[in-house]
Every structure is written in C-alpha cells, then in structure tokens.
T-cell receptor, first 111, second 115 residues
C-alpha cells in the first residue's frame, strides 16, 4: 500500500528566508508525486507534479521539488518566502486509482 | 471560468438526519472524488467515480453514500450512520480515469458540523 509521511507538522520561517518541506513516500513502483497548497477554509491548489523525467520540477509561485528515488523523497523548496506563502502544504503519492495524502505541514511566515 | 462548485459552504446536521453535500463541475472531467479532511490527518478518500453511473468506495466509505447520474454532478450524502460527521469535505475532479496519475482539481469545501 502507498503512504506519505510529512515529518514536520509546523514550520515557522522569516519572510525572505528559504523554505524546505520534507516528504517521504512508500510505494512499490514508480510513483506519481504531487504537492498541493491549502489556504484556510479553501480547497487545495496544485503546486507541481512529478511523473517521470527530470527529477527537479518547477511549479507555480516560485516553488520547486526534487525527486530522489534512493531516499524515497520529494521535498519542496522555495528560495525566498513571501508572507502570502503562509498556508498548509500537502504532499501526495498516486497510483492508477487514487491519491494518498500526507498529514500536511503548516507554514507560518514571520515578518 | 471552469471549476468545481461545492455547496453549501457551511452545513449543520441534527442527530439522526441525513444531509447532502453538492458538488458540480464544468471542467468536462470524467472522474470525481470526495475527501474528508480532519485536523492533522490530511485528506482521506470517501468515494470516487471514474465514469457516469459508476462509483467505488474509498478508504472511509462507511456512513456515506453517493450517486453519479450526470457527468457534472457528484453529490455526497452523509447518513445518520456516520457517527462522527464533523469535518471539512472536499470534492475534486480529474480529466480522465486514473485518480492518482494526474492532477486533481478541488472545490472550496463544505464544513459540516453537528447541532
């Protein structure tokens, strides 16, 4: 069975600093990997996805993620955080039938 | 603009009552999904439908029912058998079958509470 672990429940970062959110997955085959962002009381918005090919993928809002098969990881990064990046972030792994989500990481941005 | 519309945004249920959450999409997507979100637990799949008139149970289907009579619509009924229905419910869709191998588009959710 597939599963996703996001080790950090909550991260606080200063505006302008870099951000890295960790994601580890468990899946037997080549995974489909996603990062979503959720603002309070809203639905989820897709930031980026990895299906195959280049292991460094670029997404919207200046985010990128790197797929490392040897570490079963798909960490999300942003070089310089803006106050509007405060939200909850979800990593997800998919097979042909469904997505499985991590528990999420809440990001707080301090001025 | 194309998207997914969930209604109502807030819903209250009395004991022993069934309530229905609406989900409509105008993206012309084949597949639709219902998730339940509880604090600290991420999203859990309740039901999904890959084509009209067909749907499958997800990981936590007990106490819920769905129908898919039209491509655009995938309503979720929370029955009185669901003993802990308080949660945030999210509807999603994807362009074609294969729920995990393509992006899903989400509505803005319905928050259900017990009176």
């Amino acid at each position: 069975a597939q599963s996703v672990t996001q080790p950090d429940i909550h991260i606080t970062v200063s505006e302008g600093a870099s951000l890295e959110l960790r994601c580890n997955y468990s899946y037997g085959a080549t995974p489909y990997l996603f990062w979503y962002v959720q603002s309070p009381g809203q639905g989820l918005q897709l930031l980026l996805k990895y299906f195959s090919g280049d292991t460094l993928v670029q997404g919207i809002k200046g985010f990128e993620a790197e797929f490392k098969r040897s570490q079963s990881s798909f960490n999300l990064r942003k070089p310089s955080v803006h106050w509007s990046d405060a939200a909850e972030y979800f990593c997800a792994v998919g097979n042909d039938y469904k997505l499985s989500f991590g528990a999420g990481t809440t990001v707080t941005v301090r001025a | 603009d194309g998207g997914i519309t969930q209604s109502p945004k807030y819903l209250f249920r009395k004991e022993g009552q069934n309530v229905t959450l609406s989900c409509e999409q105008n993206l012309n997507h084949d597949a639709m999904y219902w998730y339940r979100q509880d604090p600290g637990q991420g999203l859990r799949l309740i039901y999904y439908s890959q084509i009209v008139n067909d749907f499958q149970k997800g990981d936590i289907a007990e106490g819920y029912s769905v129908s898919r009579e039209k491509k655009e619509s995938f309503p979720l009924t929370v029955t009185s058998a669901q003993k802990n229905p308080t949660a945030f419910y999210l509807c999603a869709s994807s362009a074609s079958r294969g729920g995990g191998n393509q992006p899903q588009h989400f509505g803005d959710g319905t928050r259900l509470s017990i009176l």
